[in-house]
């Protein structure tokens, strides 16, 4: 096999789709069955695993039909949306999904085995997490090994590809007390497509007449139908046995959720609370006091101060009317009216009206004294959500479960969960910092005792599975599985969880990954059967191993190893697929250590690897003495020493990429997941990789966030990833010399940049799409040496510059020339030539920070100089430190989902541009960028001093300078159509021709 075809080409469009549709599955996939940070979309895993995995057929045609059949065709759809204001616009949106589980799957496993002699390829994901890579390895037919330092991600990965895969084809009569169950049976049947009269023959050949059945009911018609069996799958063994927990804990913890006036409860609402440092009340940290807030429905929490004025009186108002105006009015009147204590200053005593700072609150924390009120319960009445206040006997409850803790946790491994919370150095974990250190205080002593409650029930059935005559294959898979249902109760059951006032329910705890500490948080009702019940937490872990069943994988039994990637080793593998961490992007093992402490307490006993596994308190982070561990850049591990940090991150991923180097066969490949939006960043690691001994041949920016996202697409992670294509360097490959290599890497891909152009592919994908084949000529080389500076060597970064030069001097040609040109503009300054690229891709909307970052190291400028020095962007997005934006609630995102600070940025308008020296240069300093130039063109013209406008003109030479009319020309088109911009510069523009000094055409692109 020579090129891969993800050598040549990519279906990035299709696949760019499908991953951030994929995003919106909630229910079914995979990555339900258990939280883990950063996972990577099935879809784009898929098309690069394939891409890499079949050779490039080697001629267009094949070529495309073969893309064709991996990414399908993008089809377009018109729909209509609803603006604001009622007005229906037609919108055309492109589509792309659905190819999940399609027939093609099959075609690709069957060519993927031919191409590797008819055998099963060895594929490697050494940085595994969640288990995206390696699982549609497996779904292709690979012997897929896994590899994750972290035992969290470690036991993911077995629950992911090991205990389906294993018990795959095996089916076993359901438990006695399932087959008992008039409900429980009755769920089944219904799920195998019986219904009515053919439902009531399955339930009463179990003689099951069902309580349901009313005498008025009709007697069962003499149907045929046959029995069907109830010998079950492991997705219905998992429903059955965390049905049977479900029954133990409730009859447990019946008595600490009491149902009031027949209304279930659904959650229970507190605040925190912290007495204040001049009156002495008790002041409850409230964000909001709104309860509901939908269009037809508004609830709010009032409050006063009580009588003897030592605390507040809290009610219920249902009410309320919406506020009069505009929009921005009626925010206004809404933020009044249900305006809670808490803001960015601090608490506002409601007795005494001091702010009691946050630094305030932050020492009371850590002396422990703040305390916790229940502000409201919502209860499930006959229409919908009722807000009521707590009753006293719910009041009473909620600190009763505390004297029941220790009789459930002496019956647990480790006993309550006192493990220290971890502080990494970017406070991800800040609740820490308001004495929040064990992870026993994430949770209300109710909460505690619903998890041990459910913690103990769930080892219990081992036991009673044994006696029933499952397995110890069977017991371990079972057992697992509701273990990740306890981890989903977790992410719902804790004091960080918010009240999400549209949806009326509780949100769950991972909006983004970090511990944060909630002022007000929702306790759900465990036993219930809304969000946050254990009920619909092992539903969803059942419905995700539906999926899995549905896809009938056949491949080769995986392997997961719990180890560190540095120190993996397994000769011939054939391709090694991997995403690894990014420096600090997300802190893995000191987040998830909130899972691993219960799954250590769940899982304990089920298998001496599992034990192994979870030995210690915590989950490892960094092994001084033999200098491996989680590869994240944590300075907190260095005393503080951020470059010692740095430097440990980037030699451990050296160490990761040359222990790939010797895993991988002589013709092998190795892909890498780059999602940083610092382009540095990607310098630093492209250098490791090619020290490592690789060879850099292609890369492929996959969108896998929502364009519309607009926070989690200027977050510290791309929305869009970048999967880097590497091979093995020959040994016997030679130093290479600089002016050689970038004469190479000019020639090379100078035809992919029209290949690329005319795929369609923009922006700043063009930019990450062209830099892998570029690096090709750089990489080929272990070193290249610099011909005019003996002794120098040409560093990955310098080479990049030069390539996105090239790049983006092509993109401004085509900007400049309508598309039509056939060469790259040269001369262009760096400041107009950032201008256009921005301009062309984002107007003058606010754009995500990533893209014009790697835009202005293209040009050789960075986003600051363009703020402040040239005066060109402006900032539009707050860079909010992460602990505010949690603590006021900002936080609504997703699950699964990457965050960092948000940040965005736009092209300044040319009458925001006001400095008095814009477009005349210092004698010193360098001509002022053309850009600056047309805009103090515009200055002069709006003035209506034409004299000015032509001495301007004629000291600057612009009548005869070719990229000015050019330019002028690229801006007339990308301003708005009747626009005041687009009619001065069309003025601007004839009256330089009118002067005949140059006509204002389009002239031939420079060489
Ligand atoms: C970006 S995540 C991988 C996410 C994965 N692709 C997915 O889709 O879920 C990076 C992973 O590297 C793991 N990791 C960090 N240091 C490691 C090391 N030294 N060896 C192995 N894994 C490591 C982390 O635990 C984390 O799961």
Redesign the pocket.
């Given at each position: 096999m020579d090129e891969r075809l993800i050598e040549v080409a990519f279906p990035l469009k299709q696949t760019s789709l499908d991953s951030v549709h994929e995003k919106n599955v909630r229910h079914g996939h995979i990555s339900t069955l258990h939280i883990?940070p950063?996972?990577?979309p099935l879809a784009a895993c898929r098309a690069a695993l394939i891409a890499t995995l079949l050779p490039d057929p080697g001629n267009t045609e094949e070529r495309k039909e073969l893309l064709e059949r991996l990414g399908g065709r993008v089809v377009q759809r018109v729909k209509p949306k609803k603006l604001p204001g009622g007005r229906i616009e037609e919108q055309v949106t492109e589509e792309h999904w659905g190819r999940e589980s399609s027939e093609d799957l099959n075609w690709f496993r069957e060519k993927i085995c031919a191409a590797y002699g008819g055998r099963a390829p060895k594929v490697l994901d050494?940085?595994?997490?969640?288990?995206?890579?390696p699982l549609e390895a497996m779904r292709l037919g690979c012997e897929a090994t896994a590899?994750?330092?972290?035992p969290v991600?470690w036991f993911i990965l077995k629950c992911t590809l090991e205990y389906p895969q294993q018990l795959a084809n095996q089916r076993r009569p359901l438990p006695a007390f399932a087959c008992e169950s008039y409900e429980f049976m009755e769920s089944y049947f219904k799920a195998k497509g019986f219904k009515d009269a053919a439902l009531r023959v399955q339930l009463e050949s179990l003689g099951l007449n069902g309580h349901k059945q009313s005498s008025s009911q009709p007697q069962l018609p003499a149907i045929q139908t046959h029995v069907a069996s109830v010998e079950a799958d492991l997705a219905w063994h998992v429903r059955a046995w965390g049905w049977w927990v479900l029954q133990k804990a409730r009859a447990d913890l019946a008595r600490f959720y009491p149902t009031v006036d027949g209304k279930p409860t659904v959650a229970y609402l507190w605040a925190r609370t912290v007495t204040c440092k001049n009156c002495r009340a008790t002041i409850p940290l409230l964000k909001t006091r709104w309860l509901c807030k939908k269009e037809n429905k508004r609830v709010i929490l009032t409050m006063k101060p009580n009588e003897t004025r030592t605390g507040v009186d809290f009610g219920v108002r249902t009410d309320l009317q919406p506020g009069k105006g505009s929009l921005a009015e009626r925010l206004e009147f809404d933020k009044q009216v249900g305006g809670g204590t808490m803001s960015r200053s601090g608490a506002t005593c409601p007795c005494c009206g001091t702010i009691n700072t946050k630094e305030d609150i932050q020492q009371e924390g850590l002396k422990g004294c703040l305390g916790a009120v229940m502000t409201a319960v919502v209860v499930e009445g006959a229409n919908g959500k009722e807000y009521r206040l707590p009753t006293t006997e719910e009041n009473r409850l909620a600190p009763e479960a505390e004297s029941e803790l220790n009789e459930v946790f002496t019956q647990i491994p480790f006993g309550l969960p006192k493990e220290t919370l971890t502080l990494d150095a970017k406070g991800n974990t800040w609740c820490v910092l308001y004495g929040v250190d064990t992870f026993q205080k994430l949770f209300t002593p109710r909460q505690l005792l619903a998890l041990g409650c459910f913690v103990k029930y769930t080892r219990a059935l081992r036991n009673v599975m044994k006696s029933e005559g499952y397995s110890d294959e069977w017991i371990e898979a079972v057992g697992a599985n509701l273990a990740c249902a306890i981890s989903r109760l977790l992410d719902y059951c804790n004091c960080g969880v918010q009240w999400k006032l549209d949806a009326t329910t509780i949100n769950h705890f991972f909006v983004r990954f970090a511990v944060p500490i909630s002022w007000d948080y929702a306790e759900g009702n465990t036993i219930g059967d809304s969000a946050g019940s254990y009920e619909l937490c092992y539903q969803r872990i059942c419905t995700a191993l539906d999926t899995y069943s549905t896809w009938g994988i056949s491949a080769p039994t995986p392997h997961i190893a719990n180890v560190?990637?540095?120190t993996w080793c397994d000769n011939h593998l054939d391709a090694i697929v991997t995403?690894?961490?990014y420096y600090d992007a997300i802190g893995?093992a000191v987040i998830m250590d909130f899972f691993y402490v219960w799954l250590r307490r769940t899982l304990y006993g089920l298998s001496a690897e599992i034990d192994a596994a979870f030995q210690q308190p915590l989950s490892p982070k960094w092994d001084k003495e033999h200098n491996d561990?989680?590869?994240?850049d944590d300075s907190s591990r260095f005393g503080g020493d951020k470059a010692k940090s740095k430097a440990v991150y980037e030699d451990?991923m050296f160490r990761?990429f040359q222990a790939c180097y010797k895993s991988l066969k002589t013709d092998g490949r190795l892909v890498i997941v780059f999602a940083h939006k610092q382009p540095d960043a990607w310098g630093t690691l492209v250098s490791a990789i090619i020290r490592a001994g690789f060879v850099v041949d292609g890369s492929w920016p996959i969108q896998t966030e929502q364009v519309s996202r607009m926070r989690a697409q200027s977050s510290a992670a791309l929305a869009s990833s970048v999967w880097l294509v590497c091979k093995k360097r020959p040994e016997t490959a030679r130093p290479g010399w600089d002016n050689q290599v970038l004469q190479e890497m000019q020639s090379k891909i100078t035809q992919r940049l029209h290949d690329f152009w005319d795929a369609g592919i923009r922006g700043p994908d063009f930019v990450w799409a062209a830099t892998g084949p570029a690096l090709e000529a750089y990489s080929e080389h272990p070193v290249v040496k610099k011909s005019n500076e003996p002794g120098k060597v040409m560093s990955v970064s310098e080479f990049l510059r030069h390539v996105r030069r090239m790049v983006v001097d092509f993109v401004v040609g085509r900007v400049l020339s309508h598309n039509g040109g056939q060469d790259a503009v040269s001369g262009l300054d760096d400041v107009t030539t950032y201008y256009l690229l921005h301009r062309y891709d984002f107007g003058m909307e606010s754009a995500p920070i990533g893209p014009c970052i790697l835009y202005a190291v293209s040009c050789g400028l960075s986003d600051a100089a363009l703020t402040s020095r040239y005066d060109l962007l402006a900032r539009t997005g707050g860079q909010t430190p992460v602990e505010e934006e949690a603590a006021e609630g900002n936080a609504e995102k997703s699950e699964g989902e990457e965050e960092g600070t948000s940040s965005t940025v736009k092209l300044k308008q040319w009458y925001q541009r006001k400095n008095p020296s814009m477009g005349y240069e210092t004698l010193v300093g360098p001509p002022a960028p053309l850009i600056d130039q047309v805009h103090r063109l515009m200055h002069l013209w709006k003035a209506g001093d034409v004299t000015k406008v032509d001495d301007y003109l004629y000291t600057k030479g612009l009548g005869h300078n070719a990229l000015f009319h050019q330019l002028l020309q690229a801006l007339i088109e990308l301003a708005p159509a009747g626009s005041e911009e687009r009619a001065l510069l069309e003025s601007i523009s004839n009256h330089v021709a009118a002067r005949g000094v140059m006509p204002a055409y389009r002239l031939g692109l420079m060489e």
């Open positions: 883990w950063a996972r990577r050494p940085f595994a997490g969640g288990g995206a890579i590899v994750d330092i972290n991600a560190s990637a540095v995403d690894p961490p893995y561990g989680e590869l994240i451990g990761a």
